[in-house]
């Protein structure tokens, strides 16, 4: 009985280990298949890689431009609210007088 017993569990260990081996052996698989298709995949040419590094030099001055005019923009004075109605005001004058 303790033999059968000690038989039985030692199949569960195997079978466990079995387990965790195949499912590793799946990941590897997968992972190198990921791997090959990335390496099927075409390298740019010379006249590519030269455009993608110029847009990425226009796109790095792009956001300097836009970070420059966003600090440019916060030190601008802020208009009061009587201003803005004076500047309304006009504004509608000058669209009622045409």
Do not use: W
């Not at 569990?9 to 195949?22: K, S, T």
């Not at 997968?30 to 010379?46: G, H, I, S, T, Y």
């Amino acid at each position: 009985m303790y033999v059968l017993a000690g038989i039985l569990a030692c199949m569960i260990f195997v079978l466990a280990i079995i387990v965790i081996a195949l499912g590793h052996q799946q990941k590897m698989a997968a992972l190198q298949n990921r791997q090959d298709d990335e390496a099927k995949q075409p390298a740019l040419d010379a006249n590519q890689a030269s455009e993608l590094i110029a847009v990425r030099k226009e796109l790095a001055e792009l956001k300097a431009m836009l970070h420059m005019q966003m600090i440019a923009n916060d030190s601008l004075p802020r208009m009061s609210s009587g201003a803005n109605e004076r500047d309304s005001d006009g504004v509608r004058e000058r669209l009622e007088a045409k």
